[in-house]
């Protein structure tokens, strides 16, 4: 958990995540960068069929959403994930996950009765 | 501690067998009466395929559109808070188990998926309200699309 989320819900948190990885090249962006280490954009627009210029657009959306930060090396930003943003997502699975064992208990009783 | 990031979908499923008949789970599952019992602290809820309606959770309302009805077999229903842009694809299917004695049990598989909504279908919901016209063109608007989730 980062000092930025201390001051918002684990749900706002979550909507920002899940929003900037509603983009398949984002998804792309990540998974890369999860199987093959900290990048440059440049780096990055190798691999990919679109300019570095709209890489990094979809870095930043991803930075801005704390799930990657980027550290300036020599002329580039090179940019390593941030695993704790997934941390929303097992919050996320977590909270569901409990609401669901409450319900089924209370459809056994509810069985029960009828 | 080493962690990884893999590409999965963000979902929640349980199986549960009830020692109940197949008809009295499916009518539990399908009467708005019964779904305040366990479900929700409230329903008022269409159940048929393109229904709408709402219920109550104790974290506040959410609104329901049911997407599919196989009788006696399967419901499945998206609902979503209004003004949070988060939505959950829900599907309760139910099939007879085999039971040991005489009194026969039904498994109930839940399965709730978190559905990420384009920032542009949010807007238009929240602005069009909840009308059918609406639900409709936020279902052919929204993308049911694996996430990114963590394992350490």
Aim: hydrophobic share 45%; with cysteine; net charge neutral.
């Amino acid at each position: 958990v980062t000092s930025v989320e201390s001051h918002r819900t684990s749900r706002e948190v979550t909507s920002d995540v899940f929003a900037a990885l509603s983009d398949p090249t984002r998804r792309v962006l990540v998974e890369t960068l999860a199987r093959d280490g900290d990048a440059t954009a440049t780096q990055l627009s190798a691999a990919f069929p679109i300019s570095r210029q709209a890489i990094v657009k979809h870095l930043t959306a991803l930075a801005g959403a704390g799930i990657i930060t980027g550290q300036r090396v020599g002329r580039e930003q090179r940019y390593r994930l941030e695993p704790a943003a997934m941390d929303a997502a097992v919050v996320w699975m977590r909270e569901v996950g409990a609401e669901w064992d409450r319900r089924l208990a209370a459809l056994r009783r509810h069985l029960d009765r009828t | 501690m080493t962690r990884r990031t893999i590409v999965t979908g963000i979902f929640v499923t349980r199986s549960e067998v009830l020692d109940a008949p197949i008809e009295d789970v499916w009518a539990a599952l399908t009467d708005p009466a019964a779904l305040s019992q366990w479900l929700a602290d409230a329903a008022d809820l269409d159940l048929r395929p393109g229904g709408v309606g709402r219920i109550r959770l104790p974290d506040g309302d959410r609104s329901v559109l049911v997407t599919a009805r196989d009788e006696g077999r399967r419901l499945s229903m998206l609902w979503w808070r209004e003004g949070d842009g988060q939505l959950s694809a829900v599907d309760l299917t139910i099939s007879p188990s085999p039971s040991t004695g005489a009194d026969p049990r039904t498994e109930l598989v839940v399965v709730e998926r978190l559905v990420i909504a384009p920032a542009e279908a949010h807007a238009a919901r929240v602005s069009m309200g909840m009308r059918w016209g609406c639900a409709f063109a936020l279902l052919s608007t929204v993308c049911a699309v694996g996430v990114v989730g963590a394992v350490r």
